[in-house]
C-alpha cells in the first residue's frame, strides 16, 4: 500500500499569511494526488486534484505542485473561511489512501 | 452535476451487519467511474472502504476485506455497502462517492452517521 505522510498535523496561522502543507508518498504517484478541506460536521470539500488541478469553483488563493513523492497544498492568503481541516489523497492506485491530515487554527 | 445520496439505519448493534445504500442522481451508475465508499470516526480521520465498478468488481480495503460486501444496482442506479460483525470501532460517518483516475474523489455524498451500541 502506498503510505501518505502529511505535515504538519496541526498549525496556527493569521489571516493573510501564507500557508504551505505537505504531503509525501511512500512511492511514486506521478501526479495522482488530490487535496480536500474540511470544516466541523460537513463534507470534506475536493479543492485540487493531479497536483495541480482546481476544481471548478476554488478560489485561486489555493494551489498544488508537486509529483512523483512531494507534494504541497498553498493557500497565498489565508482568509477566516480557511481555517479548516485539510486531506491529501493518492488516486494513483488502489487503495487509495489518505494522509492523516493538517488542521489549520486560527493563530 | 452528480448528487450522491446515502440512506440506512443509524444505529446498528454490535455483532450485526451495517448496510447501507447510496442513491445516484445525473450520472448513470453504469459509467467508466468507480462508485465507493469512505469513512470517518468522530474526530478522526478519512478512511477508504472500498470501490465498485458497475460490471461488479470491487477494490477493497484490504483491513476491511473479510467484512465488506458491496454491489451495484443498476435498474435503480445505486450502489451499496455491506459491513459484516460490526463493532463500536466501526461507529463512524459513512460518504459514498465517485470516483475517477483522472480525477479522483470528486463527488460525496452529505454524510451519514452510524453508531455501532447494543
Known amino acids: 500500500d502506498i503510505q501518505m505522510t502529511q505535515s504538519p498535523s496541526a498549525m496556527s496561522a493569521s489571516v493573510g499569511d501564507r500557508v504551505t502543507i505537505t504531503c509525501r508518498a511512500s512511492?511514486?504517484?506521478?501526479?495522482?494526488l488530490a487535496w480536500f478541506q474540511q470544516k466541523p460536521g460537513k463534507v470534506p470539500k475536493h479543492l485540487i486534484y493531479?497536483?495541480?488541478s482546481l476544481q471548478s469553483g476554488v478560489p485561486s488563493r489555493f494551489s498544488g505542485s508537486g509529483s512523483g513523492t512531494e507534494f504541497t497544498l498553498t493557500i497565498s492568503s489565508l482568509q477566516p473561511e480557511d481555517f479548516a481541516t485539510y486531506y491529501c489523497?493518492?488516486?494513483?492506485?488502489?487503495?487509495?489512501?489518505f494522509g492523516g491530515g493538517t488542521k489549520v487554527e486560527i493563530k | 452535476q452528480v448528487q450522491l445520496q446515502e440512506s440506512g439505519p443509524g444505529l446498528v448493534k454490535p455483532s450485526e451487519t451495517l448496510s447501507l445504500t447510496c442513491a445516484v442522481s445525473s450520472y448513470f451508475v453504469t459509467s467508466g467511474h468507480h462508485w465507493g465508499w469512505i469513512r470517518q470516526p468522530p474526530g478522526m480521520g478519512l478512511e477508504w472502504i472500498g470501490n465498485?465498478?458497475?460490471?461488479?468488481?470491487?477494490y477493497l480495503n484490504s483491513s476491511l476485506r473479510s467484512r465488506v460486501t458491496m454491489s451495484v444496482d443498476t435498474s435503480k442506479n445505486q450502489f451499496s455497502l455491506r459491513l459484516s460483525s460490526v463493532t463500536a470501532a466501526d461507529t463512524a460517518v459513512y460518504y459514498c462517492?465517485?470516483?475517477?483516475?483522472?480525477?479522483?474523489?470528486?463527488?460525496w455524498g452529505q454524510g451519514t452517521m452510524v453508531t455501532v451500541s447494543s
Open positions: 489523497l493518492q488516486h494513483k492506485s488502489y487503495p487509495l489512501t
Open positions: 465498485i465498478h458497475y460490471s461488479g468488481t470491487t
Open positions: 462517492t465517485r470516483f475517477g483516475w483522472a480525477d479522483g474523489l470528486a463527488f
Open positions: 512511492q511514486d504517484i506521478s501526479n495522482s
Open positions: 493531479a497536483s495541480s
